[in-house]
T-cell receptor, first 113, second 114 residues
Framework: SQQGEEDPQALSIQEGENATMNCSYK?????LQWYRQNSGRGLVHLIL?????REKHSGRLRVTLDTSKKSSSLLITASRAADTASYFC?????????????FGKGTLLTVNP | DAGVIQSPRHEVTEMGQEVTLRCKPI?????LFWYRQTMMRGLELLIY????????DSGMPEDRFSAKMPNASFSTLKIQPSEPRDSAVYFC????????????FGPGTRLTVT
């Protein structure tokens, strides 16, 4: 399966601390995306990193991609209670003439005030 | 834009009944996706459309599931007959293109089949 796997499954930290979530996958990808899902809501796109990129920043978010290890990490700096959510990595890969985005099962992040 | 709109937000039905979920994608988006989310299996792609044409339905679990997109602004996912194992949250998403583009998700429909 191409499905990405996030690690850890759950993470609990204090406000102000940094949160790091990891994603591993199995086959070649075109890009990797991170999404956030608040409880009872749809997924919201956070950041996309292409296979030829190694690092990308967006505000308090920092994403790295290591294609040799088939892994990515999402770092949220100076976390806030409002960052409490599930975070998913999604790998885009090609299947024949189709491109498919496959989601992992997510990391549940709890930021305690 | 209002974003992707789904209805109903919650649906409770009895086993054997027909269920129809609805989606309005973001205007101008050529791709529409239907996903199912459960604790056990995570987020699974069921089917996606390009310019109203179904492209890949390999994720549709069985013949009880069908999806249509009669025009660029409306899609339905139908389950007939429904079974308790169909209980899940169903998401619709849309995007401007397939490769290298983010997907915009609707709020989801929580389906409970008793």
């Amino acid at each position: 399966s191409q499905q990405g796997e996030e690690d850890p499954q759950a993470l609990s930290i204090q406000e102000g601390e940094n949160a790091t979530m990891n994603c591993s996958y199995k086959t070649s990808i075109n890009n990797l995306q991170w999404y956030r899902q608040n409880s009872g809501r749809g997924l919201v796109h956070l950041i996309l990193i292409r296979s030829n990129e190694r690092e990308k920043h967006s505000g308090r978010l920092r994403v790295t991609l290591d294609t040799s290890k088939k892994s990515s990490s999402l770092l949220i700096t100076a976390s806030r209670a409002a960052d409490t959510a599930s975070y998913f990595c999604a790998t885009e890969h090609r299947e024949g003439s189709n491109y498919k985005l496959t989601f992992g099962k997510g990391t549940l992040l709890t930021v305690n005030p | 834009d209002a974003g992707v709109i789904q209805s109903p937000r919650h649906e409770v039905t009895e086993m054997g009944q027909e269920v129809t979920l609805r989606c309005k994608p973001i205007s101008g988006h050529d791709y529409l996706f239907w996903y199912r989310q459960t604790m056990m299996r995570g987020l699974e792609l069921l089917i996606y459309f390009n310019n109203n044409v179904p492209i890949d339905d390999s994720g549709m679990p069985e013949d009880r599931f069908s999806a249509k997109m009669p025009n660029a602004s409306f899609s339905t996912l139908k389950i007939q007959p429904s079974e308790p194992r169909d209980s899940a949250v169903y998401f619709c998403a849309s995007s401007i293109r397939l490769a290298g583009a983010q997907q915009y998700f609707g709020p989801g429909t929580r389906l409970t089949v008793t």
